[in-house]
């Protein structure tokens, strides 16, 4: 099976000016495109070479891994942006937020501090446990919660090529941008399906 | 006593066109700043406090997460500098080229596996031409801002030459072409420092 990556539902300058255009040209059209075609390359002639990309990041390693958990963290993260985003969840997803962090507020301090403060390359989560209790979480480079047995609802990308072009070391400052981004009509969604 | 942002030993702009002067300034003053504060505030209170860094490093293992993160990236920085000059580039001489050419086959080989090593860490973090205990030269590399003077590296010894492959170092000017970036690196080794630490 050939990983493709998925066409973004907004233009390259649509999030502007919170993330440049040059920015996505890189971060998606270079590094999440080279992502899937490590991925096509080295799982040719493996077992993997059928399987879904879920199934290659919880039975793989290595290379094969990285890059197969980097294909999903990416579309995970691009596909819940947009422009004009921003604001609020509603509904169960922002009482599920009250519940487990205290209030919104609290939530997006706590996961903005997770960002801010992971050292070197990875991502931040939201993430819901088995019994659906939600979580924040850190992993480095591709680590993905799935392979923990938690469901991921959103991320945020702290690699520093996710922001060195527009903010440089200044990570939290691109990470106040994020909040501006959010599609929380998609996370909702996704917290509604779990 | 608390350790200081050590000065760059030339200008912001003396690595051009290889390094660009904008890079220069951001990493040392501020990721390098950065990592020589949080030391200072990571080592307050604690044992450590008034250890030179190369005894921070030695026992890194039984202290925070903080002290390694910032003590790497403290003493990497400072080498790094060191090891890059306006002058540089080119191959060393001597002793330490066939130092090389006995451990990796040649200069040209050498140059290979150390570029590799650099481009092939995934994530952040430093590829390092390393001599060990019984006076062997080894490449290795290090994830994020450890390094072969800490107790539990994986590979232990002097580090003679480092490279640095946190995005920060390159993204300016490479973006996602980290190989073109090591290739530039090489054209500003200052092999002369890197010689110096292989006597030693
Ligand atoms: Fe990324
Ligand atoms: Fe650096």
Redesign the interface.
């Known amino acids: 099976m050939k990983h493709e990556l998925p066409k973004l539902p907004y233009a390259l300058d649509a999030l502007e000016p919170f993330i440049s255009e040059r920015t996505l040209e890189?971060h998606y059209g270079?590094?999440h495109q080279?992502y899937a075609n490590n991925l096509n390359n080295l799982i040719e002639g493996t077992s993997f070479e059928n399987a879904d990309l879920i199934d290659i990041i919880m039975k793989s390693d290595g290379g094969i891994f990285?890059n197969a958990a980097q294909v999903y963290n990416h579309t995970f993260y691009f596909m819940a942006l947009k422009p004009r985003g921003g604001g609020q969840p509603r509904g169960k997803l922002y009482d599920a937020l009250v519940y487990s962090f205290g209030s919104f507020d609290n939530f997006k301090t706590e996961f903005s501090k997770a960002g801010a403060t992971l050292?070197?390359?990875?991502w931040v989560w939201l993430v819901a446990d088995k019994k659906n209790k939600l979580r924040i979480i850190q992993t480095?480079?591709?680590g993905n919660p799935l392979c923990d047995d938690l469901v991921p609802i959103m991320t945020l990308d702290v690699?520093?090529?996710a922001y060195?072009?527009d903010t440089?070391?200044a990570r939290p400052k691109y990470i106040e941008n994020f909040w501006e981004l959010i599609n929380w009509e998609l996370i909702e969604t996704r917290f509604e399906n779990l | 006593m608390s350790f200081e942002l050590p000065k760059l030993p030339y200008a912001y702009d003396a690595l051009e066109p290889h390094i660009d002067a904008r890079t220069m300034e951001i990493h040392h003053s501020k990721h390098h700043a950065g990592y020589t504060n949080n030391l200072n505030a990571a080592l307050t209170g604690t044992d450590l406090e008034g250890k030179c860094i190369g005894e921070v490093l030695a026992s890194v293992s039984k202290h925070s997460a903080a002290v390694r993160n910032n003590g790497g990236g403290y003493y990497n920085h400072d080498l790094f500098w060191k090891l890059m000059s306006p002058n540089g580039g080119g191959k060393p001489t001597g002793i330490f080229l066939k130092a090389l050419e006995d451990n990796f086959g040649s200069f040209e080989q050498f140059k290979d596996e150390f570029s590799k090593a650099a481009a092939t860490r995934f994530g952040s973090g430093w590829a390092w031409l390393v001599k060990l205990s019984d006076g062997s030269l080894k490449i290795c590399s290090t994830p994020n801002q450890d390094n072969p003077l800490m107790d539990d590296a994986e590979v232990k010894g002097t580090p003679i030459l480092g490279l640095d492959v946190w995005e920060h170092a390159y993204y300016l000017k490479f973006q996602n072409r980290r190989p073109d970036y090591i290739s530039e690196f090489f054209e500003v080794v200052n092999w002369e420092e890197a010689f110096k630490r292989f006597q030693d």
Not at chain 1, 119 to 122: A, K, L, P, R
């Open positions: 890189f270079k590094h080279a990285n050292f070197g390359s990875g480095s480079n591709a690699w520093e090529h060195y072009l440089q070391n």
